[in-house]
């Protein structure tokens, strides 16, 4: 089969099983009586993240750990440059009070935990992704806790999931999850085979088909997700639900990975390249929301956004 027709069965099955295991995770959640706003934070955040996870575990149980850091790390770099910044221009986005004295400061401070890690240990040690994983049950902790202090609704677009899978029965709900489950893991053996597959055919490191191609595709549910969100006009969700992808990417897929087998950082420019822009770009948007853009994101910024991630792929593939 052509590597290419395998790269996009693989986003094909990423994407529908990650639509299977969100309605399954959250319809077996409310079965087993968990309040909607825990759903919201907790099962449904997981659940969209899953494309990515079930990619990085692949990646590197393959031996393939260019794969699983530079998917997350270009994930992130697309969320909050080329999403953000398409989300943009179609609507001008507000900043919510959440993100600006929750959400954005952990994100920050999470990619900036990365860096650390992977300058002293070249890579994610098994106890460092332990550690993950226990900064990422904080974070979701401080988040509910949060939410519920403000009277705020989950920071993401459930609201239309939670009406469906209230009706959904015990049987239907893990039906749907183990279909999700089961359509993620073909999707992602697919994008990883193909990744290597087509970095061979070029001439390319694996990294570099995972920070462009691979991210990209892995990011399609979040910028869906923000211009259906911006078409209806639902500001907050927009921009919480590109950062708090990028928190779970960080925390809870390079960290469950590690978790499981410690990810080595093979390719220097992972950190020397790739990481740098993500904090270029991750501070870039520090300045609109905070001082530029007064808790909006204009189109004008939107389009500066999408300039900086074309000229990030520039330099990779150049």
């Known amino acids: 089969m052509s590597p290419i027709i395998l790269l996009l069965l693989g986003f094909v099955l ?7 295991l969100v309605r399954g995770s959250v319809s077996l959640a409310l079965t087993m009586k968990i309040s909607t706003l825990v759903v919201g934070m907790t099962v449904v ?22 794969i699983a850091l530079g998917n997350a790390i270009g994930s992130n770099i697309a969320n909050i440059a080329l999403v953000l910044g398409v989300t943009a221009i179609i609507f001008r986005v507000k900043i919510s009070k959440q993100t600006l004295s929750l959400n954005y400061p952990i994100m920050f401070c999470a990619s900036f935990i ?26 979701v902790w401080l988040l509910i806790a949060n939410s519920r202090k403000e009277h705020l609704e989950a920071a993401t677009n459930v609201s239309g999931i939670l009406e469906e899978a209230s009706n959904d029965s015990l049987l239907k709900s893990i039906l749907l999850l183990i279909s999700g489950v089961f359509l993620l893991k073909y999707g992602a053996d697919f994008l990883v085979d193909s990744t290597k597959i087509l970095a061979q055919s070029f001439g390319v490191s694996d990294r570099i088909v995972a920070v462009t191609v691979v991210a990209i595709g892995t990011s399609i549910p979040e910028l869906a ?13 927009a921009v919480g639900n590109l950062i708090g992808s990028n928190i779970f990417n960080i925390l809870a897929v390079l960290g469950i990975t590690a978790f499981f087998k410690e990810i080595n950082m093979d390719d220097a420019a992972i950190f020397s390249s790739d990481y740098c822009w993500m904090m270029v770009i991750t501070f870039l948007v520090g300045l609109l929301i905070y001082i530029f853009s007064k808790q909006y994101i204009s189109r004008k910024e939107g389009l500066f956004l999408i300039l900086i991630y074309l000229l990030y792929m520039y330099t990779t593939l150049a």
């Open 14 to 20: 990423l994407f529908f099983g990650g639509e299977l």
């Open 114 to 139: 990365l860096g650390v890690v992977l300058y002293l240990f070249n890579g994610i040690p098994v106890n460092v992704g332990f550690l993950f994983v226990i900064l990422l049950i904080l974070f």
């Open 225 to 237: 997700t923000s211009i259906i969100a911006a078409l209806k006009k639902e500001e907050n969700l």
């Open 45 to 66: 955040s997981f659940a969209t993240s899953a494309p990515e996870l079930f990619v990085s575990l692949r990646a590197v149980f393959e031996g393939s750990s260019n």
